[in-house]
């Protein structure tokens, strides 16, 4: 990866111009059998429709809070990117009420209705499908991210010293989330081509790091799986035989 990259954003735009072929999230929901597989190139288009739809149709500005209501999904990573390539602030389990929009899975919609500002909704259902019907007073995500733009430039240069993530009463800025990430990447062994199948939550840094940052920061790719208690040890073994997995963090 470059050793310039200073927010996550970079990394990213590394990541896709090194090789945009490569898997980069591969996401199991061993609750519903659901498996998405996002090359760097899919995860970063998906990245920029979001920043659009944050920029312009949310008129999101940098320096403003996001509460990040969603478990750890492919779809979570895609607004924690997101957030970066904006400047926005994006506060993982925060609190509506104190926040300048919020971004609700289909479980925490009552509590997202705290949020005096932009409410987003996702039905996080398989390949990013849509509500049957779009909950009352949020826009649902799926409908409105379609018809973003496949490319994003933030109108405001990030500032890579400013607040980006909030977790666990930690803050970090984009420069810090990055340090951080790339010591953890060592920690956790990782290089460039490494698979690292993580089921931790993305409720604390370890479970962001492991699920998203860490492999990022390598140059390496992550199997995030949700409900990992739900699959039989014997099959968690075939699937890191399957996904050619190289570590985990669970």
Known sequence: MNASDRTPADLLRSALAADPARPLVTFYDDATG???ELSVATFANWVAKTSNLLQDGLSAEPGDRLALLLPAHWQTAVWLLACSSVGVVADVGGDPAAADL????PDTLDAARACSGERIALALRPLGGRFPQAPEGFVDYAVEVPGQGDRFAPYVPVD???PALAVGG???TGAGLVERARADA???GLAPGSRLLSGRSYASWEGLSAGLYAPLASG???VLCRNLDRLPAQDLEKR???ERVTGTAV
């Open 170 to 172: 930690t803050e970090f």
């Open 186 to 188: 060592a920690e956790l």
């Open 240 to 242: 890191i035989d399957n």
């Open 102 to 105: 919020v971004v609700s899975g």
């Open 220 to 222: 390496g790719s992550v």
């Open 34 to 36: 659901e498996r998405v």
């Open 160 to 162: 890579a010293d400013a």
